[in-house]
């Protein structure tokens, strides 16, 4: 490379940093500023009436996991946050994996209709994000209540003598975080499918590979990136979940969004709130990570 090229190269590159050091800045102040403050109150010392006392302390930290009596001091398993912990991975892993039992049939139906059909049925599913989550929320309160359309259908049908009690449990948080989610589970699996050459299943049939051999081995691999796209933009949100479980859990389910609140909050205690938001954060980032591997590895193979 002639020293010509060389300082037309080096001369795009600093032209290319200065254009983007307005977006770097305001992503640093918008992003990693807040993020940092956060960090910092989680090795602080909690006030008396909220907010921050500015000594050094890991209480927060420790309290994610252990807990201090308030009559003896002493510290002990805090069994109620590793309850809480439990039922948020769980439940986010539970809507996850009913989103896609969902959304694959759902994708592979719009995807397999005629061009002209396709932007039809996904602007049905896009339709629900339109609306507030709130509302969203509450209309499915609605159809989960006692009075409520399920209640009402299987009362009128016989199935049941007395209306069935299904809301403010789980059960009503997974039903209202599935509902929530499922378009951006079918999204992401529709623009893989999309891509799917068809040609493919004609190929496995005429090996006498039976449906479910071809759905194994053909068709789940080729579109496996939208599969993890897909549960990465469904787990991330749902792990994270406030209004949803806040709503549809009547405040007796409590899910790690909700148990941050309450610290910064109720608890006055902005220290473990702080150090919960980074837990919480480092789980995202880890499946970020792994999200990001996989597709590495399908793109060095592919």
Partial sequence: MSRAEDAAVHRSVRN?????????????????????????????????????????????????????????????????????FWRSVS???????????LGFPTAWFIATRPPAQ???????????????????????????????LINAVLLKLGVIDAPLDMLYGPFAIFVGMTYVYLPLMVLPLFAAIDRFDMKLLEAGYDLYASRMQVLRRVI?????????????LVFVPSLGAYVTPRVLGGGKQ??????????????KNWPLGAALAMVLLIIVTVALLVYVRYANRDTSHG
């Fill in 254 to 267: 409590m899910m790690i969004g909700n148990f941050i609140e309450l610290q910064f909050l109720a608890g």
């Fill in 16 to 84: 290319g940093w200065l254009l983007s050091t307005p977006a770097l800045f305001l992503l640093t102040i918008a992003a990693a500023g807040p993020l940092l403050i956060v960090l910092v109150y989680s090795f602080l010392t909690p006030g008396q009436h909220g907010n921050v006392v500015w000594d050094f302390s890991v209480e927060g930290w420790i309290g994610i996991l252990w807990s201090k009596d308030i009559f003896t001091g002493e510290w002990g398993l805090a069994d109620a946050h590793l309850t809480i």
């Fill in 91 to 101: 439940l986010s892993l539970l809507t996850t994996i009913f989103t896609f039992l």
């Fill in 118 to 148: 396709r932007a039809l049925w996904l602007f049905l599913i896009t339709i629900p994000f339109w609306t507030n989550l709130l509302i969203r929320t509450y209309a499915i309160n609605e159809v989960l209540r006692k009075e409520g």
């Fill in 220 to 232: 789940l691999p080729i579109v496996k990136p939208g599969i993890i796209a897909g549960s990465i």
